[in-house]
Structures are given as C-alpha cells and as structure tokens.
C-alpha cells in the first residue's frame, strides 16, 4: 500500500521497541513471558549493556539450564499489517492498511547453544523413571523440624554448568603420547625458541662467554632492527654493563619488539643468583667487580598491611576462569585459542625507577639497586667496605653483605605506606585514581617474555628453590 498523507497520524515512529527472535512458534504470549522471567526480569536485561537474554523452557524448574540470546544492534521498523482473507479461498490475501508501530535499534537473537540439561529424575524400584523434583524443592514455609538421620533423601546435585562453552569449537581428541624415558624436573620437552640467547645459571667457576650466538646475529639481521635502536641500546651498555628490560625499555622509551632480538646479541641473562633476570654485557663478569652490587635485583613485595595491599593490584589472577555465561563476551568464552600478539606498548621510565614518591603499581616489582633512587639505601651501599684484593662474592648475596635485602624491603615499605597515606589525606581524587590504575606485568618485571619462552615461567622457578638472596 502506498504512502497516502491521510494516514500520516496513524504512524508512530518516535516509538522505540526491542525485537527478540524468539526460537520456537509462540502461541501464548504469558508462557513466552514466564520463559523470559517475567516483565522485570525482561526489563531488566534490556536495560543493562552486558546482560544477555536468559530464555528457560521449563521456567518453572530452577534446574532448567537457559539458552543465551546476543544482544545486537539494528535498524527497522515493525509494522501492523491488517489483511483480510477468504474462507473458500485462504491463499488469497487482500492486505487492507499497514501501520508503523515503532522503530527497532535493539535486537536479540538465540545464535548459541544451550547447556546439557539434566532432569530431575531416578529410575524406582519399579524401574520406571520418577520425578524427584517435588522432593528436592520444598514449597510452602517449612514448620515441621527434619529428622537428623534421614536415609531416604535423593541425591540430585549437577553442577553450575556442564560445558565452559556456548558455541561450536574445533577440538581434535587424540591420545597423548608417551616419553619413553620422563623428563627430570625442570626439563622441557619442547623445542627451543628462536631467539638465541645465552641463558646461564649463576655459579661462581663457569667462565663467562666473551660473544653471542652466531644464530642470534643471524635472527637480527632477519628482523631488520632499525640501526637506530641498535646504537641506542649499544650506547646504553656500555654506560651501564647490566640491565634489566623494564629499565632499558623504559629508559630508552622502547617498545617490546625494539629490544626482543637485540638483548642476545649484547649481552648474557642470569637466571638465578644476585642479578638474576638481568642481562649482562658481553666481557663484563660482576663476579669480579665490586661496583656491579649497584646493578644486583631487588625484589620488592608490598606487604599486607592495612588497606595498602588491597588498593595495588596482583601481578596475575591465581584463580582459574569460572564460566559465567550470563554476560557478553565472557572471558571464558571469548579467549582466543592463537598466541597473543608480542608486540607490547612504550614502557614506561618510571616503572623500573624507585623514588621517594613512589607507589607501586603492582604488588611484587623488582629493581636494580641503581634504580632505587632513595638516598638512605645509596647511602648504605656507598658504606660497604671495600673487598681484598682476590675477593669474589658470595653466590647468593653478591657482594652485599646478609640481610642487606631485607633491610631494604622495610625501608621501601615505610616509603609506600607514607605516599599512599599522604595520598588518602590529601588528594582523594589522586587516591582514586591511584586505585584505578593497572599496570601489565611485562612492563614491570623483568624478561617475562624471554623466560617464558626459553625456562618457563620465573614465578615457578622461585617456587622451584631458586634463592631468595636472604
């Protein structure tokens, strides 16, 4: 029918409504609303960005698994169409007026799959199948007391849900294959990665290597690192023997894939000992000189103290990713099977650097001693005396004397409980957003990245009887 301006008032396009493509035929429209949960619970969801449409079949069964409706944005108009039929002749259809009752800019549609249902249900004795459901349930108020000893109570106890996910995934099962000889503790058996690194376990007899790996040469001309940033980095060691990569990076405001390949070419990494998770330059052995105390780790762990511990962060989540298929987009859902992307973000130069200022933007960083700009720790690194000549250091402490590391701990300790204190008083809006503020983890500790990749994860070799260097 054609658009007349005699029927103009007849439409109404200021009306906003919700399309919800319902998957089955709907017959009784309270039935359909009960599947929903009702008008508040409809009205709900709708009003809330990241809730998805529950829709249960059997409303009135609180076992009754919900299949998801996703919320997607559109663009129509529903019309009300008057059409008039003929009892001898049904398939003629003589439409008589066409109304726009609104328009559409929200829609629902059910494109998942519905969780594995479990019934209610136990064979007798019979051995027919009985609904339980009336027994599991009470209804009503309960007066009466339950017996203590009850024998005949049915067990019915399903879990949350029975798949983690909503949507089709591309599994392929197949049996693991068995080493023929298992592997010791801490041994890989995967392949080594590319890079080409020297990645040593500190001791005090293994000479040093004086030069990297040909192969790791060969990997940097491959990616065509910018001569620019080799220079800089080149420049960087030769003023400073040892690094660690949050403090290159953020010194030299580098990204991750600026540094990635260059660190094996100039210099070694230590995997335990005092300047673990450093790199140290080619030719220079801090086994041998006594100015490289300043450039030994410190790791730093704020402590539970007050409210401080809750307002900073945790470097990674140690619980596992529960399903919650109630929001959009959960994080069980949508994990991305592929490797994350390495490319990482400008470091920044302040998250490698301690100063009298500072709060933590994470609960466990480690700094190079150089690198904690308080004038109390300097001061008592200016005051170890000097060793004999033929002195080494210790394996575990470096060349600082025991406990040094401890004594540090609390000094920084009483720094960030005065920041955050003088933050709370005075400023509460620099307390908010102190709170708010997520740092990543690679842009704080050190070589994440390369020992992930080489040795696996530093976190599990601490817990694996690295030394803590007490």
Known sequence: MEFSPLNAHKHNLQRELVCIEYPGIVRNPERMMASFGGNLELSTTIASEKRRLELRFRPESMYSKPAFGDRHATAGLVLKIKARRKRNQPNDIHVSSIEIAGHVNLMYRFESMCDFQLLPAVPNKAGELECIYNQLV???????????????????????????????????????????????????????????GMYLQFNMTDPLPTG????????????????????????????????????????????????RYILPVMGLYYLNGPWRGTWVRFGYDPRNHFESRYYQLLDFRVRAIGALHDKIKVKRTQNPIKPCMRFANPASNSRDTTKASLTRTVALESSAIFTMDTLPQMRIIFYQYCDVQVPRIQQMLEKIPTPQTGVTCNEKTGWLPPRFDEQCRDILTDIVLSNFRKAKETDSAATSEFEETEGTETEITFDEDDDENEFGDMEDLDEKGFPEFD
């Open 138 to 196: 009470p209804k009503g108020v309960i007066t009466s007391i339950p017996k203590e000893n009850c024998s005949n109570v049915p067990y019915f106890l399903p879990p949350i849900s029975f798949s983690r996910y909503d949507t089709a995934q591309l599994c392929i099962f197949k049996a693991k294959e068995k080493a023929p000889n298992k592997l010791s503790r801490g041994e890989k058996s995967r392949p080594s990665r590319t890079k080409h």
């Open 212 to 259: 990297p790996n040909p192969l790791a040469a060969q990997a940097l001309q491959q990616r065509q690192v910018q001569q620019e940033t080799i220079r800089l980095i080149s420049n960087s060691f030769e003023d400073r023997p040892i690094w660690t990569k949050a403090a290159l990076k953020g010194a030299l405001q580098l990204s991750e894939d600026d540094v």
